[in-house]
DNA sequence: CGGCTTCTAGAGTTCTCTCTCTAGAGAGAT
DNA sequence: ATCTCTCTAGAGAGAGAACTCTAGAAGCCG
């Protein structure tokens, strides 16, 4: 055999098909040797615990979501929120496998046995992803004068909730739930 | 040893908390022995599976919530619709443990696996909700003119995503948050 | 060509879980 | 008092999972 025979990639995939087949738990090492096709060698060559591939899972998707929604954050605080919820919802229509990952939460991937560098990694990103989330909320409450749980439900919570009932059904999202979403949101931060 | 030493539900509460502390995974039949303190001898008595122990989890969780929640359905449709998202958030926040299972989702519990009892029972108790809100979005649709997907974000899904960020987080939910939640459904439905 | 390194294959160990099975305790009936 | 039925206790079998270990294949560098 060559180098390399196995991409790296194509593991998570199968681990992420086993979560979308069950759940975060039937993400197992020996699963995905299975779905993937690859000896257990391959696998424990590239992760060498199952919390090693859960965090990989994990952080894989969660980097995605961020780099294509971290640009909605600039600009003025209700159109950035509108943007924002527009944005998640077609990116969980254009990635509903790994919209499941994160829908499925942190807790599912057991994150206490994660390595260090598995944990500094998502902390630094969830840590970067929280700066722009306050920012945001804290021009919304000078905007609108909102408090922040509610700013957090419709803001935050809200899109999720849109997406959550077609994606765990295993459907596809409605192409006019983006619209739903930012009309809610603009809605309820005039 | 007398008759019947343990309780039924105290078997069921300590797969809740398994289920609380970690996921729906997380309620095995050894998990329960120890967590109860009882013999495995004592639980598959009750419990002839551990498909049998889930659907009784499950179970009874949902028909608690039902049995708390019906009544709002009653009246006029934007009051029912306000009424249900307070009280929904009302029943999660006095029972948090209970509303974990729902938020895991029937899924979790591995209905496939049940037995036809368990099955049936779920699927009458099912029904019987499933026609109380399709008469309520059908009353919503004539009141307000709104498509279905927008509604049952409002109405369903809402009241679940306001509480599901505190409860995943295993934090107590703000004593005003039925107050946003109805709030927001009064507005969305104006 | 030959050695070094990276990667793959898969057998084997240990652990935990589900479920079965047997022995027997205790309450009520006759 | 003893018999029956319900319930409890816990040992043990079988399955599957995480992880370890060893042998070896294949690219790269001299």
Redesign the pocket.
């Known amino acids: ?6 991409d790296t990639s194509a593991i998570l995939d199968a681990a992420v098909r086993l979560l979308v087949a069950g759940s975060a738990d039937a993400i ?4 995905v040797i299975r779905e993937a096709g ?5 696998v ?2 590239r992760f ?4 090693a591939l859960l965090a990989a899972v994990w952080n894989r998707a969660v980097e995605g979501f961020h780099a294509e929604l971290e640009e909605h954050f600039a600009g003025e605080p209700v159109a950035a929120a509108a943007a924002l919820g527009r944005h998640t919802v077609a990116w969980c229509r254009a990635h509903p496998a790994d919209a499941r990952v994160l829908l499925a939460g942190l807790g599912a991937f057991e994150p206490t046995s994660w390595s260090p560098e598995s944990r500094e990694r998502r902390e630094a990103g969830q840590a970067r992803w929280d700066r722009h989330v306050r920012r945001l909320l804290a021009g919304l409450r000078a905007e609108t004068g909102r408090e922040t749980a509610e700013l957090l439900l419709v803001v935050i919570d809200v899109p999720y909730a849109a997406v959550r009932r077609y994606l765990s059904a295993g459907r596809d999202i409605p192409a006019n739930l983006g619209d739903i979403v930012e009309r809610l949101i603009r809605a309820q931060l005039a």
Chains 1, 2 share one sequence.
């Open positions: 055999m060559p180098r390399l025979v196995h197992t090492i020996a699963g690859v000896s257990s060698g391959s424990y060559h060498p615990t199952r919390a």
